[in-house]
């Protein structure tokens, strides 16, 4: 593969507001630019985005391209990026975090502990310019089971959203699924099927990407709710019935009943309070874990 030691695939569905922040950090890593590179890809739609690559990619130290995908969403663009890929191991990175310095090199160095068979997601931080009160994307999908524990097994339900693998697993798993009833959770869709052949996650705490962007609350409700209907599609597949069970989406019980019941206040805390603070913190996961059910639920109920 042309002696490429990593490649590194950012999906293109944000438009072009911030792949620049995202590339001028990839660019500037300590790990030789000859021996990585960055594959921006999307379905081409916004103009804009392709002419940046091209920018970034004439004065670049690092080899950068952007890839064409047949149809749209994040599963397709990655899918995209991983057949134009000539590293031997992948790193899918989501355009909306920034990679430490030593991202791709903590991130290889830990593949060479394991053999290169490692499926290894890094940690994500909010970046230390970032407003702490201000509210930013969660990482992982609350509740859970967070990685930040004393192992190096991370959570069976880690995302795709920092994490490497060999270019060869992911060929030999299948893909992202880029059926639109599984968007927004292919991630956790692939890291299942990969656990179901046998591979286990490891978290690598020193593999850090940075969250830097500030979105608004009912952004992350919006993304909660889609990512419950897209856990029924995988429950159908017979993929997430640990993590349905895990999170309660398939019961009622008294929990549930006090959560609606305190919802009005929990809203209340969301508008009013700093993201920092403890009862927001404590609002905002009540709510965003009854968006969850309410996705869930909702196909349950269509399909009835």
């Avoid at 409700?221 to 069970?245: H, I």
Wanted: proline share 6%; net charge negative.
């Amino acid at each position: 593969m042309d002696g490429m030691d990593l490649s590194v695939v950012v999906p293109d569905t944000l438009g072009a507001e911030l792949l620049p922040m995202s590339l001028a950090h990839l660019e500037a890593q300590s790990y030789p630019a000859a021996r990585f590179e960055i594959l921006v890809a999307g379905d081409g739609s916004i103009p804009e985005v392709t002419a940046l690559v091209e920018r970034f990619a004439a004065g670049a130290p690092v080899r950068i391209r952007y890839v064409q995908s047949p149809a749209t969403g994040a599963a397709a663009a990655r899918n995209a990026g991983v057949r134009e890929a000539r590293g031997r191991w992948l790193l899918f990175l989501d355009e909306d975090l920034l990679a430490g310095p030593s991202l791709v090199q903590n991130h290889l160095r830990v593949q060479e502990q394991h053999g290169g068979m490692a499926l290894a997601v890094g940690s994500v931080a909010l970046h230390p310019q970032v407003d702490p009160r201000a509210f930013t994307k969660h990482y992982p999908i609350y509740p859970f089971e967070s990685p930040h524990r004393a192992t190096t097994e991370a959570s069976p339900t880690a995302g795709v959203y920092n994490l490497s693998m060999p270019r060869q697993v992911f060929l030999e798993a299948g893909e992202f699924d880029e059926d639109p009833n599984v968007a927004d959770a292919e991630g956790l869709d692939l890291i299942l099927r990969l656990r179901e052949a046998g591979h286990s996650i490891t978290y690598v705490p020193d593999a850090c990407a940075y969250i830097w962007r500030q979105i608004p609350f009912d952004e992350e409700r919006d993304r909660y709710y889609r990512y419950g209907r897209a856990l029924y599609a995988l429950n159908q597949k017979g993929l997430a019935s640990e993590v349905v069970r895990e999170l309660g989406l398939d019961r009622r019980g008294l929990c549930s009943l006090l959560t609606a019941f305190l919802r009005p206040f929990y809203e209340i805390a969301c508008r009013s309070l700093a993201a920092n603070t403890p009862a927001f913190i404590h609002a905002s996961r009540q709510l965003l874990h009854q968006e969850l059910r309410r996705g869930y639920r909702a196909v349950t109920s269509a399909r009835r």
